[in-house]
């Protein structure tokens, strides 16, 4: 079974950028489809994209486009997300999740100046 | 494209939930269904419309009919009381979907 381990909280200010971490073990990162998914506070569940080992294609949702980055370092089993031009909005918990599967424990990225 | 689940949804203990998720695109695409419980990680209890992971227990079922996916629990129990989000993608999962979410109160 595979293992997500997220990299810890993250306090940010407005503007700045925040990357966030998530460790693979059980599988190696490369027969994975890791997909990106946040949840602010209170809120549902919101998707932000995913990376796709077998072709090396990143997919962004629309609403992130420009602004979040997904990559893989096949070398230590990591993904990351990369979120920049931070605003308040971007408050949330961050997941890292192998859909429809196993999901990390959540990254809380809290933006405040 | 949108999923559209009703904000919460009551029972009492024994009874039967079904929480309701319609959207174009289930359709063409399959449901699943996440909880999710204060401070934890969703954990997906269905797939593929009508399938349970292993360790779900038998209350829990889904179902399907033209855009509108379904997910039942029977006999629900006070630990069943959550956040349940129901997602579609395409085949390969490129693009994905949540609904707004349910919160299932066991009152």
């Known amino acids: 079974q595979v293992q997500l381990v997220q990299s810890g909280a993250e306090v940010k200010k407005p503007g700045a950028s925040v990357r966030v971490s998530c460790k693979v073990s059980g599988y190696t990162i490369s027969e994975l489809s890791m997909h990106w998914v946040r949840q602010t506070p209170g809120k549902g569940l919101e998707w932000m994209g995913r990376?796709?080992?077998?072709?090396?294609?990143?997919i962004y949702a629309q609403q992130f486009q420009g602004r979040v980055t997904i990559s893989e370092d096949t070398s230590t089993d990591t993904a990351h997300m990369d979120l920049t031009n931070l605003r308040s909005g971007d408050t949330a918990v961050y997941y890292c999740a192998t859909l429809p599967g196993d999901w990390g424990q959540g990254t809380l990225v809290t933006v405040s100046s | 494209y949108e999923l559209t689940q009703p904000p919460s949804v009551s029972v009492s203990p024994g009874q039967t939930a079904r929480i309701t998720c319609s959207g174009d695109a289930l359709s063409n695409q399959y449901g699943y269904w996440y909880q999710q419980k204060p401070g934890q990680a969703p954990v997906l209890v269905m797939y593929?419309?009508?399938e349970r992971p292993s360790g779900i227990p038998q209350r829990f079922s889904g179902s399907s009919s033209g855009t509108t996916v379904t997910l039942t629990i029977s006999g629900v129990q006070a630990e069943d009381e959550a956040d349940y989000y129901c997602?579609?993608?395409?085949?390969?999962?490129?693009?994905?979907?949540f609904g707004g979410g349910t919160k299932l109160t066991v009152i």
């Open positions: 593929k419309d009508t």
């Open positions: 990376f796709d080992p077998g072709d090396g294609e990143t």
């Open positions: 997602q579609s993608a395409d085949i390969s999962f490129t693009y994905v979907v």
